[in-house]
C-alpha cells in the first residue's frame, strides 16, 4: 500500500511517515512539502492507494486538494490530519464523500492504526 502524505511542515511529514511505518511495517509513505507537486502527480494519473492531507497550508489548500480531486472524480480513502480544531472544518471535511477521517495534529500510534481498519 503507498500512502501519500501532503503537509507543508517539514517536521511533520517525517513524524508522520515514522508514525505511519511503525503502525504499519508494510506501508510506503510518500511525503509531498507542496500540494501543487501531488497534484501534478494525480493530475498526470499517478495516484496513491490513499491520502493523508493538512488543510491549512500555503498557495494550494487541502482544501484545493479536496476540491480537485471531487472535480476530476479521483476517489481515494483520505483522512485530514491538521491542527484545525474548527468544527466547520471538520463538517466541511467530511462532506466530501472520500474523506474517511478528521485528525488534530499529532498523530499518534494508535491513531495511525486506526486509519487503514476502518477509523
Known sequence: MLV???DD???????VGLTLRKAHPGVATAAFDRAAA???RMAALERPDALILDLNMPE???WDVLSFMRDHGIVMPTWIL??????RDRDRATSYGFVKGF?????????ARELFAGG
Open 103 to 111: 485528525w488534530i495534529k499529532p498523530l499518534s500510534v494508535a491513531v
Open 82 to 87: 491538521t491542527s484545525s480544531i474548527d468544527p
Open 60 to 62: 494550494v489548500t487541502g
Open 38 to 40: 501531488a497534484l501534478e
Open 4 to 6: 501519500w502524505h501532503i
Open 9 to 15: 511542515d517539514d517536521i511533520q511529514l517525517e513524524l
